[in-house]
């Protein structure tokens, strides 16, 4: 039995380096600033964020434990818009 997990979209020639480029961007900020520029409140669900990806090629939805030091981060999903 394999450990790896299946995901139907990972040989999907459609996300551009573009794309994985401004959530490694993204990630980065994160660990400098848990509450990037620009990121808000999810309403209807404590402890969630949006925040935008660089150059507008989506939005990243995340939650943040404030309870750790350094707060940990989880990402929820990453929504390309396209």
């Known amino acids: 039995m394999s450990d790896r997990i299946e995901n139907p979209d990972e040989d999907d020639p459609s996300t551009s380096a573009d794309v ?5 961007a993204f990630l980065v900020d994160l660990r400098e600033n848990p509450f990037p520029h620009l990121s808000m409140p ?3 669900r404590p402890g969630m964020h949006s925040a ?9 939805e995340y939650a943040v434990d404030e309870g750790q030091d350094p707060s940990r981060v989880y990402v929820s999903r990453i929504l390309r818009a396209d």
């Open 20 to 24: 994985f480029s401004a959530v490694v």
């Open 42 to 44: 999810i309403p209807g």
């Open 52 to 60: 935008p990806l660089r150059r507008d090629l989506g939005l990243v």
